[in-house]
């Protein structure tokens, strides 16, 4: 696709229950990532694919959250047992190699407002 | 890790006044980003910086990677150039964002 595109823009839910989010990264990116972005915390990073490697899960933060990549190309970020304090804007990027020192950009989807009622 | 602060966190203009927005990062880097997020949430590219001047229109970057700061300039703002500015940089497989400057134009 032209861009990075995230599925669905818009959840509510209740606590407790799970959710999930799809990011499917520009075509031909082999890197992608998922980003938080709170009131209280700003941006932070969550998780990152690199072609087939083992993700990168520092930034999830709880055993709560996990993410998968099918086919090295679309992700599902899985938040299970939802808390009011997830609510937050969940941003997915894609980059062309990624790696420990890209010189490249990363491109972002336009988001998912996930609302914890 | 990797500290981003950006200054001023508010700005206030009125069209057509020039502004320049700072962004200092605590260790050496070979990847920095500035983003717009625009009202609607979406965060847009402005440019890839590391190093060097770029100019894009009314928008101009310089990154001093030595003195570890880069700015942002934005000539003749518009009302459209509203909304939240972040500089990020890259390390160890990830972006670590700024808390971004608040620009609000007025018209």
């Known amino acids: 696709g032209a861009g990075v595109s995230q599925s669905p823009s818009n959840k509510v839910t209740e606590k407790g229950k799970d959710v999930e989010l799809r990011c499917d990264p520009i075509?031909?990116?082999?890197?992608l990532y998922w980003y938080r972005q709170s009131l209280g915390q700003g941006l932070e990073f969550l998780i990152y694919?690199?072609?087939?490697?083992?993700?990168?899960k520092s930034g999830l933060p709880s055993d709560r959250f996990s993410a998968e990549r099918t086919g090295g190309s679309v992700s599902t970020l899985t938040i299970q047992r939802t808390q009011q304090e997830d609510s937050a804007v969940y941003l997915c990027a894609s980059s062309l190699v990624g790696g420990p020192y890209p010189q490249e950009t990363q491109y972002f989807g336009p988001g998912t407002r996930l609302l914890v009622l | 890790g990797i500290q981003v602060e950006q200054s001023p966190p508010d700005l206030i203009l009125q069209e057509g006044a020039n502004s320049t927005l700072r962004c200092n990062f605590s260790d050496s880097v070979n990847n920095l980003q500035w983003f717009h997020q625009n009202p609607w949430g979406q965060l847009i590219n402005l440019f890839y910086i590391p190093s060097g001047t770029k100019q894009n229109g009314r928008l101009s970057a310089t990154t001093v990677a030595t003195e570890r700061y880069s700015l942002l300039y934005i000539s003749s703002s518009q009302t459209t150039d509203s909304g939240v500015y972040f500089c990020a940089v890259y390390s160890y497989g990830k972006l670590t964002f700024g808390q971004g400057t608040i620009l609000t134009v007025h018209p």
């Open positions: 694919f690199q072609g087939n490697s083992a993700p990168d």
């Open positions: 075509s031909g990116h082999t890197a």
